[in-house]
């Protein structure tokens, strides 16, 4: 397979895709663009990086990787939305590793502003700061951002070629530009006759790209509007490739296995055993870990487990009490920041009733359903990476220095994720795929992670600890103290990324903390890092994630001490600080039929998270059935600002809420003797369909500016259930799993 940006005398090749005699088009109008990795051959043009047209039509090179949040369909759609094509005229293909694929929304995210209240200024700062993300070549799918970085860009490309061909046309036709129209694929004559885009791609090449305004939203066709999903087809035909999908002529397939004491070291192993089984072909020792090559995965990893190691121990205290008493030993370190602080909290108001509180929450884990794993075929002087990554190319840095090669000599194709919520945005996995096919060089190797080591060897959503204290008066909430003690992800992602250590105030680790839409006359928000060496990382919805449980339960229980109704509680304090936030309350009182009082055997619970940009309000309905409790209905209310596909909308929020429902209800890593207790999905169960709620799902779109999808369903997930179970049971979830306290469903 040849390489992305190597040119064939006619031809090149991107994936699968030859693209002959073609011209690209993309976002020109950003100041000092990167370079286009898109390098053409002889007859060829490519002016800029997302959109080609050929002989065979249109293709699309997206840099945000599909994990199933739809992103291939909507920046096809944002980019048809102009160019004047129909959706099943686009091919999709994922970009390769390029500066100038980089995401121009989260640098923007980092500001240190509240979300909410961004003014214009900010706004536009944070967009001008996106540009940043090109020296950082931020090639990155994460942050609910993917939406927000191409809404601009992909219109414009797509604007560009439409107005480029026309020019193309203008020029063989001897007219001017504004005499033709575009339709369908084709540039359209006064007089009606019809030139096709791949006609007049060649001269089009030879031409300056145009820019030009783009469409009032009135004459959208698509966005706005749901849209069939592009890869529907080939994922319920199975014939989608994801990273475990991949086959190649003379492949081989390994299997790894890592110290179990995660950070810890590799003293010695004894591999007879495994050496004398039929079909092993290598064994690969990676030093805190063995890989062993063989002719399939099965007998790989049979041969791998046979291998006796002597693990170093751990770095971290070997049991989760341990792990929990260090964390709680952050609260007595000044805190890393306090991102809100407003009135004075140091005093509770005369007459004002005081109620504390303090909240736990375990490790999680990614518990993708395509386990780690990546191809690579290293040759001496390149290498080539096949895998579902949301970072393509940090990870063709980190496959180079592991390779000892320049960026150039190495290819990443990006495949279909299973499942990615953050933990694809890692690179271990590529850099273990890299090592094993640099031990059989001229062959490609598939490195599959087990689903132990897979489940045993994530970057975790770190535990957490809350202590909030706040006080009530006359029905409202006048004062919130909450200081939250947790690993920071950032950190640690920083110093695994660059070799650098992380340092600074993390805004992540305080997340869905200080930012909450509430007008609290005395509130303080604090963050305190705790010192461990677990390793964690990026979990859907990150910090939101455990914040959003902290602050909804204890709005919660500030409400009931204030003898009020909860979700008429939190609306009284947001109306007059953000109205779309308490638009979304409002819908779901109207959706629920909220009324404040349940009828014996249900409980309902409401909750609320500004998270990524979107305002997201839940309510809950859980019944009990002989003593077990079900979960029984669900209403989430969001505003995306601008939704550029409704019931994709609606999909994500659903799901972000299921994965949130799942880690609430039965969600727990241990540890014991330094290792990781849960070995899969039996240790680490999820909601299946007959536990899981009827849902409903509103999409609003009054907010200011576009907001993130893909997160927000998750963090008032939690929050939303153990309300609901405090309202059937009276008793109050301070601490997660749930149902280690409730007997739920199963």
Request: aromatic share 8%; hydrophobic share 40%.
């Amino acid at each position: 397979m040849a390489s992305v940006g190597k040119i064939l005398r006619r031809t090149f090749l991107i994936g699968s895709a030859a693209i002959v005699g073609g011209v690209a088009f993309g976002a020109y109008y950003v100041s000092r663009p990167a370079a286009n990795p898109l390098k053409p051959g002889e007859g060829q043009a490519a002016l800029n990086p997302f959109v080609l047209i050929d002989q065979n039509g249109v293709t699309l090179f997206a840099p945000r990787a599909e994990m199933g949040q739809g992103v291939k369909t909507t920046w096809a759609a944002l980019i048809a939305e102009e160019l004047d094509v129909g959706l099943d005229q686009i091919t999709v293909l994922h970009g390769p590793a390029a500066a100038a694929y980089y995401n121009s929304a989260m640098l923007g995210e980092g500001l240190p502003n509240k979300g909410y209240d961004i003014s214009d200024f900010q706004h536009n700062l944070g967009e001008a700061l996106g540009v940043l993300g090109k020296a950082l070549h931020l090639q990155v799918t994460g942050g609910s951002t993917s939406m927000k970085d191409g809404f601009e860009r992909m219109r414009q490309a797509g604007a560009s070629a439409r107005e480029t061909l026309k020019r193309a046309a203008a020029l063989r036709l001897g007219v001017e530009p504004s005499e033709l129209g575009t339709a369908s694929g084709h540039v359209i004559a006064p007089n009606g006759d019809k030139f096709a885009y791949s006609d007049l791609a060649v001269d089009a090449a030879g031409l300056e790209p145009v820019e030009v305004p783009l469409r009032d939203p009135s004459k959208w066709r698509y966005l706005g509007q749901t849209q069939p999903r592009l890869d529907m087809v080939e994922k319920v035909t199975g014939t989608a490739e994801f990273g475990v999908d991949v086959r190649l002529p003379g492949m081989k397939f390994a299997a790894v296995r890592m110290n179990p004491k995660l950070g810890g070291a590799m003293h010695g192993y004894d591999d007879s055993t495994a050496q004398s089984m039929p079909g092993v072909e290598k064994i690969v020792d990676l030093g805190t870990g063995v890989a062993v090559i063989a002719n399939n995965t099965w007998l790989a990893n049979q041969a791998v487990e046979a291998i006796d190691v002597d693990w170093g121990d751990a770095p971290y205290p070997p049991e989760t009490d341990g792990i929990f008493a260090k964390i709680a030993e952050a609260f007595d370190d000044s805190a890393n920041s306090t991102m809100r602080d407003v009135g004075d909290v140091s005093v509770t108001p005369d007459g004002a009733t005081e109620i504390t509180a303090e909240y736990q929450v375990p490790y999680l884990a990614h518990a993708t359903m395509e386990p780690m794993n990546a191809t690579a075929l290293y040759t001496g002087d390149a290498l080539e990476l096949w895998c579902g990554n949301q970072a393509p190319t940090l990870i063709r840095f980190r496959a180079a220095n592991t390779a000892n090669l320049d960026t150039e000599a190495v290819q990443i194709h990006t495949t279909y994720l299973g499942g990615g919520f953050g933990r694809r945005g890692e690179l271990d996995f590529s850099e273990i795929a890299t090592k094993v096919a640099m031990a059989m060089p001229g062959t490609p190797v598939q490195t599959t992670w087990s689903r132990e080591e897979d489940m045993r060897h994530d970057y975790y959503r770190p535990g957490a600890i809350a202590r909030m204290r706040g006080a009530v008066q006359d029905g409202k909430a006048v004062l919130v103290d909450g200081k939250v003690a947790a690993q920071s992800c950032t950190q640690q992602a920083v110093t695994r990324y660059t070799g650098m250590p992380g340092a600074g105030p993390d805004k992540v680790l305080v997340e869905g903390f200080f930012n909450q839409p509430y007008a609290v006359p005395n509130y303080r928000m604090s963050g305190h890092i705790a010192k461990l060496d677990v390793p964690v990382g990026f979990w859907r919805s990150v910090g939101n994630s455990h914040n959003g449980f902290f602050h909804e339960t204890f709005m919660d229980e500030m409400a009931h001490a204030a003898g009020h109704d909860p979700l008429e509680f939190r609306l009284e304090l947001m109306k007059s600080e953000h109205a779309p936030s308490a638009g979304c309350l409002e819908a779901v009182r109207e959706m629920s039929g909220w009324t404040g009082q349940t009828p014996d055997g249900f409980g309902r619970g409401v909750a609320f998270t500004y998270s990524f940009g979107t305002p997201v309000a839940q309510v809950i309905e859980v019944v009990d059935e002989g003593g077990t409790i079900r979960i029984n209905k669900a209403w989430i209310a969001c505003d995306m600002g601008l939704a550029l596909d409704p019931e994709n909308v609606k999909a994500q929020m659903f799901g972000g809420m299921m994965y949130g429902l799942s880690a609430a209800c039965y969600g727990e890593i241990t540890f014991a003797e330094g290792e990781v207790e849960q070995y899969n999905f039996p240790d680490y169960d999820a909601i299946r369909m007959h536990s899981a709620p009827q849902v409903e799902v509103r999409v609003l779109e009054t907010n200011r500016h576009m907001g993130g999808a893909g997160e927000p369903g998750t963090p008032p997930s939690m929050p939303a259930l153990g309300n609901a179970l405090f309202d059937l049971t009276g008793e109050r979830a301070r601490k997660l799993p749930l149902n280690q306290q409730f007997d739920l469903l199963i």
